[in-house]
Nanobody, 117 residues
């Protein structure tokens, strides 16, 4: 079955960086657009970034993370990454990866990112 496993979260100070990874299994990874999503306490899950299928030549970002986050993919490793720089307290959330648009059957457990001094 399709599975997405996220990792790389943690506690970081404001202004710091983290790199999230998501490994996919049970799917032909390269043919799908992929996205990173996040859900903060008390808020709905939102799309943070997405990347096109194949070589990933097209990317899009939420306004709140433009210029700070970068999504990339390595199809040979069935992996999508999210490089997060200049982190802010408002970036605190559980981060998930999924196809774009997301398939609700395939949400994983996510990885917690906490930005705090």
């Amino acid at each position: 079955q399709v599975q997405f496993v996220e990792s790389g979260g943690g506690l970081v100070q404001p202004g710091g960086s983290l790199r999230l990874s998501c490994v996919a299994s049970g799917t032909i990874f390269s043919i799908y657009y992929m996205g990173w999503y996040r859900q903060a306490p008390g808020k709905q899950r939102e799309l943070v970034a997405r990347i096109s299928s194949g070589g990933g030549g097209s990317t899009n970002y939420a306004d709140s993370v433009k210029g700070r986050f970068a999504i990339s993919r390595v199809n040979a490793k069935n992996t999508v990454y999210l490089q997060m720089n200049s982190l802010k307290p408002e970036d605190t959330a559980v981060y998930y990866c999924n196809r774009f648009p997301p398939d609700t059957a395939y949400w994983g457990q996510g990885t917690q990112v906490t930005v705090s001094s």
